[in-house]
């Protein structure tokens, strides 16, 4: 049973930065693909960024292209996002996904291709 759980949520002033991270517990980390995903007030959830097995395919929503960074570390069963200049549009709860799969270079940036979800963090960001 695989299990994941975020932290490093929190409320934060425009411009600034935080650093999320998920910890995959139950099953060996480097089969799965990693994604983060958010959910605003009355918002559906949204991709944000996504990772390969193997850490070479990543993939960004443009809302966060080049202000966001996702990253993993195997030996660690962890999966981290940095976040800069935010804004108070990134305001949400994120999630972070997990899909097994075979191909190392895969990664997959739509909800329904993930088969694990975390519980969320919060993030908010005031102007």
């Known amino acids: 049973q695989v299990q994941l759980v975020e932290s490093g949520g929190g409320s934060v002033q425009t411009g600034g930065s935080l650093r999320l991270s998920c910890v995959l517990s139950?099953?060996?980390?480097?089969?799965?693909?990693m994604g983060w995903f958010r959910q605003a007030p009355g918002k559906e959830r949204e991709f944000v960024s996504a990772l390969s097995r193997s850490g070479e395919g990543t993939g960004a929503a443009d809302s966060v292209s080049g202000r966001f960074t996702i990253s993993r570390d195997n030996a660690k069963n962890t999966v981290s996002m940095q976040m800069t200049n935010l804004k108070p549009e990134d305001t949400a709860v994120y999630y972070c996904a997990a899909q097994f799969t075979y191909y190392s270079g895969r990664y997959y940036s739509r909800g329904d291709e993930y088969t694990y979800w975390g519980q969320g963090t919060q993030v908010a960001v005031s102007s």
């Open positions: 139950g099953r060996t980390f480097s089969s799965y693909a």
